[in-house]
């Protein structure tokens, strides 16, 4: 018996690790478009991962900014940042989408290393015409300067042909100077697991306890 006890609370522990161990897998890309009269933007990224960029990651952000206007024009591509921990951002461009593996035509660098000013103001950093369209990828990192517990708000602006357009992850997902957060229904699924195989532990050696008196 005492053997089976032993075993039984191995086996809760070790699916109490599993299940924290598991939850960055829980991430998923989540694509939203935000549309004007005539500028619209799509943006793709996994915005959960945000929580573990402490340790060096980069959240990876593709764009497609395109116009549908009826007179020639220009669309102005801009980036702000707002808030208390600095962000480092690389900025490039694809004449096609992008795919897992890179620009299939070969990638044009706009900004590498940017550290983006946290004043709130967009600075533009590519420009299109009404006809073309910018298929952009950022790669944001949050800097190594960062206070702890900080974080900072970043947006993507398209403007043209009177439209005002912008897009970011949402305050619930501001990137933060700290990572490795882990969901609180883990949390508490890896506590109970936990819980329980202390109490067969301490069952068992009761059980042991007996015996021996016996």
Known sequence: MTKRIRCAAI????GALGVLTAAPAQAAVVTETVQGRYVQI???ADWS???AMSDGRSVRWDLTVSAHAPDPGSVRVSVSASGAAPLSVDV???AESWQDSGCP???RTLRAGWVVPRGGQPVEVEAISADDVAHLR???RVGDD???GSSTQIRVHADGFGDA???GPGAEHALPATGGAVPVLVIVVGGVLVLAAAVILVVGARRRRGGDER
């Open 138 to 140: 950022l790669d944001v």
């Open 11 to 14: 086996v809760l522990l070790a």
């Open 92 to 94: 490039r461009t694809c």
């Open 165 to 167: 357009v912008q897009i």
């Open 146 to 148: 960062a206070r702890q």
């Open 42 to 44: 799509v943006s793709s």
């Open 49 to 51: 991962d945000a929580a």
């Open 105 to 107: 035509s070969g990638e």
